[in-house]
């Protein structure tokens, strides 16, 4: 039989997963986990692992077409408008853009979809080197 510490602890961990999967707690739920059996509970959790599987797909799908976008851009950048090279290209990309910290460059980076890959790591710091940071005053 399961306590009550027992039910605490597997809304918590529902809770929390719940959170990774789908961004929001889901505090409805807590009252399913004062009832259910163990079976019941064992169920939910197979149903959000299936949900997260199909988020991390989708995840994964996006980031892969917002890097492909990007490396179009970039590309275009170089080829059809005469680009030098990378870091040119770059500083073409960012040269309407205001940046007071790499925080803003992280943003920037964000706002293109790939902030949290490796591409998007990587370029984060390759332009932390090439944009101009204004001050604040």
């Known amino acids: 039989m399961m306590t009550t510490d027992d039910r605490s602890q597997f809304y918590s961990d529902y809770s929390d997963f719940y959170k990774s999967v789908h961004g929001i707690r889901p505090r409805w739920m807590a009252s ?3 009832t259910a059996t163990a079976e019941e ?16 797909k989708a995840e994964a799908e996006r980031e892969a077409k917002a890097i492909a976008d990007f490396n179009t851009e970039l590309t275009n950048l170089m080829v059809k408008y ?18 007071y910290s790499g925080q803003d460059v992280e943003s920037w980076v964000w706002n293109k979809g790939i902030l949290f890959t ?5 370029l ?12 604040f005053n």
């Open 82 to 99: 005469g680009a030098q090279d990378r870091a040119t290209a770059l500083r073409w990309m960012t040269d309407t853009e205001t940046f």
């Open 118 to 122: 490796d591409t998007g790591r990587a």
């Open 41 to 56: 509970i064992d169920k939910e959790f197979q149903l959000l692992g299936q949900q997260a599987e199909v988020e991390a």
């Open 124 to 135: 984060v710091e390759e332009l932390k080197q090439i944009v101009v940071y204004k001050d």
């Open 32 to 34: 399913f986990f004062d």
